[in-house]
């Protein structure tokens, strides 16, 4: 219910509107469904409702995680890219999904955020991957260029800022079925990669 306190305490994520022509809308079940199946298999409660935001948001704090996705570019002005600095260095974490064409752009725009903090490869015995369920690594969700699937994060002061999904689409395995049309088995990968990335956000900054 709009207003009820208790909503504050569930868990939301924020879809991030970015600028420079990229399709930051696509998909727009996959949130709802992630936040639905994270609170079935953790008991944790989360705040269904997608909520789209921008970077220069005066509640944009509000949430602690932001999701972005898309096929396209990415383009942030110098205030935008202060902004989301300040985001993740003060407690924010960041998940990008390369749905096909978001490469290059995101990593000039993380370069352009964290001109000291280079996106680096995660290996497969980084926590986020055994956060929640035990993984082997990032899965292969989509063929796209039918290379191995690539986990980067940005870590600042031991705390993982950002986590960034290449060559696997873990967004499109979290759409409705009928959209892509991926295998059960595809789609339950992707669904606990994406639950033990938000478990992984929420309880680091509870630890930290």
Not at 113 to 128: A, C, G, T
Not at 153 to 177: K, W
Request: aromatic fraction near 12%; charged fraction near 25%.
């Amino acid at each position: 219910t709009k207003g009820d306190p208790a909503e504050e305490f569930k868990v939301r994520i924020a879809r991030l509107k970015y600028s420079g022509g990229g399709d930051w809308y696509n998909g727009p079940s996959e949130v709802p469904n992630w936040l639905t199946e994270f609170e079935q298999r953790t008991g944790i409660p989360t705040y269904k409702e997608e909520k789209v935001i921008t970077l220069l948001d005066e509640h944009l704090r509000a949430f602690p995680f932001l999701f972005m996705t898309g096929h396209g570019t990415v383009k942030l002005t110098p205030d935008e890219r202060d902004a989301l600095r300040a985001y993740l260095e003060d407690g924010g974490f960041l998940f990008a999904n390369d749905d096909y064409g978001l490469d290059s752009s995101f990593r000039s725009m993380m370069r352009e955020v964290f001109p000291d903090h280079p996106l680096e490869e995660l290996s497969s015995q980084h926590p986020i991957f055994h956060s929640f369920y035990d993984l082997p690594g990032l899965p292969k969700i989509h063929k796209h260029d039918g290379l191995p699937p690539q986990a980067f994060g940005v870590t600042i002061n031991g705390r993982l800022v950002a986590f960034y999904d290449h060559e696997s689409d873990i967004a499109d395995g979290l759409d409705d079925p009928e959209v892509h049309h991926d295998t059960p088995e595809k789609r339950e990968l992707a669904m606990k990669m994406a639950v033990n990335v938000l478990m992984y956000a929420i309880t680091q900054n509870l630890l930290m």
